[in-house]
């Protein structure tokens, strides 16, 4: 490892979401190659061999064998920064073992979202939810957490729109990818010439992720958004891209204009310097039928911030009612990217402990 | 042709609707073997030769050519009844001249669904719109159209739940399978690994039609029906059959039970003798994963009426929103066979001009 | 059960297979409604909870429990005839057991396909081989196998040209579908925009199973086919139906009326009663695309051979190279179907011990 | 345009092989930022209106619009190298028009691939048929031609075994992608849930243009390649990427070892400095399901000459067989991308008139 890049690990490397932590790790500034961990069927593995993306795994890890490590290994190996791709139910025990052990933990999994001193955090959009981790007992590390692949989407191209329409409401149903279920997921049967109404617990969570995110906090105390939050979950035959028909029910009635320039305008991180934050966050198009899985699924500039951007859409105006879609990556902005981009906004507030700046 | 069945002819019958029309149509009880018409692309050849639908084309038509023939030869032929499945915009002119020569017209085709003396009918929702064409000259045909492959599933779920829930708003997205937009429609390249969140049109039809079918007849008037609703049009990789994610916003709050036992008690035609018409016209289906398209297409029964019924499921009532997944077949209930079941109520009520019990 | 149909059971009821098999048996003239036999996972519940195929259960099943039950339970309690849809490898010991215990065998599993005295059967083709089994002891069933799914079209596709064409090579490359592999089988992002051109000892089995079906029998031993069999095996993103691209690479040269004629007149079962057998179970098709899996899949008359009858396309006859495409439903010739007839045939044949006019 | 680099133009650029050409053209050292041509149809709009790739459009020539130019504007343009994307029927007479003013012809059409004077070039192949076009008249371009997209990997991945096998025949299945039918092309209803065994004239096309591109050139005459090649084309639902079934019967039978040696040591361009060259243009792989289309499309290194790259896997050798699966990108190798390889290697040879070390 680099002397002053900042040694990590990823928690569940061989499934989907853990694949593409092992993709934006690969050559990150801040983070150094990760430890690639896994359980006792992919263990001694090299990644290559697991590999299910279409694109080949990054040189730099492909060759790397997956290992299997306790959390005090890992404390004990330096590693200061581990991502979590552990299926949820798993996730839990491991999470709080590593941040008692003083390493910070940035998961994807469910586990925790809910707990009252974990950040369920976008940037973008509830930055200050950070500091729910911030009085930690000296030598635990943070933990936080990234939201729900379709909360994510929604809550980056609602955050402008709340406080300019003032919501009643808001409607959502999704048409989410087949990599939203991970490897190997959805039987290739069950979707073909198909689409299936249901994903477990994924209506329940968007709701409740989205109201938390959106909500306000006060000292350490959120208060979710209270708006209604009406969600409808569907699972269709693409491979990535999470795609949702969106409608707020408006409380104001500003032109149309005001609204487009919000959803433009909006960037709130544009004075950090966070390596995978996407600038802008919303990128708003204009064609009759866009967003599109297919063709937007990787926005996000500069390069390394593929996949961050959410793309907005088809934005029609009828006051009280907004629609829009609204299509973001499952697996990167809903997935290992928010994470990486959460331990980037930890890392810039010196949240990170034993490092630059960080609590030691 | 038969000395007892109506003579009939299908406008458009080498495209994806026309074809099922010739499906129902080729061994009908009252109906006799259609004339089968075409344009200049596709006359002269047989229909064997332009068939698209997966299933093979039916014995009594395969050989049958498609003939050009103008409105006057179809009369002179003593042809009473014809099904358009003409592309909007052609349609019109042609189905206007057909009733003044005293053809009656069955029309998927959208260019006269909103004319005032024009029933926009689904049997089972508004029958009695049918008397919008009441009073026609005498040698005139009616003129009754079936609405958006789309609002034909809408209207149907919606029916029973109207008057016990009182919508406040509808909310509806749809998945809307490829076959919707006929053949060859779809470029395989735009919708491989992709959802298209646009389709010309039809959000606006969805809810222009929905609030007519839905609506309140005074004599020759209809009121529309005044709630709201919103729509969101998509298109999937599905081959047949339209879902939609519909929410209801309800003034009214009854139990659940009541609400399932509406829909699941709904036949308004049960008394009726309508061979194409679907008992019960909504199927409830209680699995956590239905309907879906694949598996609900060809809901119906008895046999001739597969693909009428639509089927409704994942029923969530947590007041004042209900939510469902409503599932339809869109070239059956939403095209060929929604007017071969108006034709069918026509000639029940006797308005079918020259014919057994009609107006001659 | 009635009086006078066989008792029968499905062993792995469950699977994609399984399933096939309940509906070809659901309201079969001969066989009685089968037992339903599972594994510890499925075991007690009722099949339309496991049911995977696109149509409904059939209504004589759908309600019926899947059971456990031992080879002894099953004979204890009158089974004289068993479909087995077990996986290869578990299927071997209980089919042994089975049989030892007098009840015959129809099997769709690798495992006794090769074994000496097991006719590895298509009726259509080596009817003869059904001898293998003939001198049991007493009290013993016989077992009979079908072939792979690919052999089995292919087979059947060549058996009227064997003896025409006399071949020095044949070349096969597949095409298969996605039920080829059960269910869960092929996870959707494995396949989705791709195709796999690997489907583990498929290709040994379609070279070692055809020459043995194209084999000849002297007494109780088959000669295998001469001629090497080069394949290619590879999985596309279709629900049903295994397509293949055959070569044969011929020594005699008949005018291509003569192979034309000798697929169309091929049909060695017309004169027995089978009431699975399709006529023809050739369909020869001259359209220039054709045969196409979505299309040609349910090939085969009277309705309940659908599914049963192979189609061959695209003849390209340039000495000493035959071409065509060979299209058949592997879930139905190649599966359930092809067993259902073998035990149609061998009932024919006065082999089902216990029953009308079996060896008792 | 840039004054060291050579002014090109595209012919056909709003279709999907002249997308890939704008593509690889938006950023060449050699060739300038081409004038993008189109019918009257497409005419006046801008790239990225008519964009049907997945990927963006190029920054540098989205906002292009697309031109209408005779043969003598583009020749009195000043352009010189002109990159033809026309369907076959319309491209011949626009070329021949074309290389009569002096402008160089780099041609993805079928309409002069056989032509005598004409080089139908895979620079790793056959380079020294370029000399075919070697004496033409003073002041005229050259006209070279890239082969259909199937016949391009397939003579790739077998030149360097030609020598080594000396094939008797060699036998060849398709499983090509709808973007070889370009945009609209393929129906989606034609191809969801099917395979379509059937491709206007690719059958012959593979085996005349293989058999031409193998054969040997003396002087300006080529014999063609004298074994067989036995062709059977299927489109599948795949999006890019042409996978082929090979055999070859061999007449020699050399270690395995060698085969595989001969496929990865293969480089006959290493010495030359081709921009759009991939190094190595055989990719050898031994996993047990490769070469697939989702993961192997865009092989080829560097990062220029992605999608260049043929891969051959699954090796198996049996001889007198040797069976192996091969892909390669059909829009990038077999079609604009071997046309640009075909355009640098005609620059590096002086062959491109008016032009740095070209003939004047």
Redesign the interface.
Known sequence: MSEDRIPTAILGAPG?IGQHFARLLADHPSFDLPILLAGERSGGRRLEEVW?L???PPAELAHARLERRTAAGLARAGVRVTFSALPSGTAGPIETELVRRGVSVFSNAADHRMDAAVPLLVPEVNADHLRLAGRRAPGRGPLVTNPNCSAAGLVLALSPLVPLLRPR?I?V?T?QS??GAG????????????????IASEEEKIERESARILGTRSGRRIAPARF?L?A?C?R????EGH?E?V?V?AEQSPPLREIEDALRGFDPLAWRNLPTAPHPPIELRHE????????DR?AGRPARARGMAVTV??LRWAPP?L?M?VLSHNAVRGGAGGSVLNAELALDEGMIPGERGGRR
Do not use: C, K, M
């Not at 269709?236 to 491979?239: D, F, G, I, L, S």
């Open positions: 989907y299910q279409a694109d080949a409401a409607h149903s048409y087949l990599s490897y190997p997921g959805v039987p290739s049967l069950a979707i073909t010439d198909n689409v299936v109404p249901f209604p009406v409808h569907a269709v035959a693409t491979r795609l028909a409608t029910e009759s039928d866009r967003p599109q899985p297919l063709r990787w859409g088809r009612y629609r879609f």
